[in-house]
């Protein structure tokens, strides 16, 4: 699986920590955001949240982890997109429940509200139970035909409720657009169609 990481700036600190709790585990691990690093510009939960939607779009990633201080930002503003799936989760019983459940494509981390002792075992055990389960199998048993059915109930309404996705991304506010795009390594991980029409908004 191909996992991007994206953090934005009140959670950047915390990029270490998730980083480490996906380590081992046999996926492909893009650390697209904020690092902590001092000479990167500031991404917002806006940005990070376009960000995700570009890259599942763009069938660049599988899965994004993402998340902000209270996880409720970065939700919001991820799953404004076509095809992104986002769930806020908050423990391991949240992440094999939405797993299984909802079969999301994206996950929104509480980064500083409630990130205290252990935080950081919290996240490991996160990603256990993500990748413990199969993907919208549904749960429990007597539950799956129903839960599997309204999961592709789920795609048609996000095709059917939002405007094809690059179309939309024409009528964003371009400064949102350009800071995305222009964030340092993270054209480098699309295909080179995607690519060139992703710098036409980089252009004066």
């Not at 939960?45 to 970065?74: K, P, R, S």
Request: hydrophobic letters at 40%; proline letters at 4%; charged letters at 20%.
């Amino acid at each position: 699986m191909r996992i991007a990481i994206i953090n934005e700036v009140s959670a950047q600190q915390k990029n270490g920590d998730i980083l480490k709790a996906l380590e081992g585990r046999g996926h492909e691990v893009l650390n697209l955001g904020m690092t902590g690093n001092p000479n990167l510009p500031e991404l917002t939960y806006i940005h990070t949240g376009l960000m995700t939607g570009i890259l599942l779009n763009a069938n660049a990633v599988d899965f994004v982890v993402g998340g902000c201080g209270t996880g409720q930002g970065y939700l919001n503003a991820a799953v404004q997109y076509p095809g992104v799936f986002c769930g806020l989760i908050s423990s391991p019983l949240d992440a094999w429940l939405f797993t299984q459940i909802n079969g999301g494509n994206c996950i929104s981390l509480q980064l500083n509200q409630g990130y205290g002792w252990a935080a950081d075992e919290n996240l490991r055990f996160i990603f256990d139970r993500i990748f413990s389960v199969e993907r919208g199998c549904g749960y429990p048993e007597n539950r799956r035909e129903s839960q599997q059915a309204s999961r592709g109930i789920l795609e048609e309404i996000s095709r059917t409720a939002h405007r094809p996705f690059f179309e939309m991304l024409d009528d964003l506010p371009r400064e949102i657009v350009q800071r995305a795009v222009s964030f340092p390594g993270f054209l480098d991980v699309l295909d080179p169609q995607t690519q060139a029409r992703l710098r036409t908004y980089l252009e004066a």
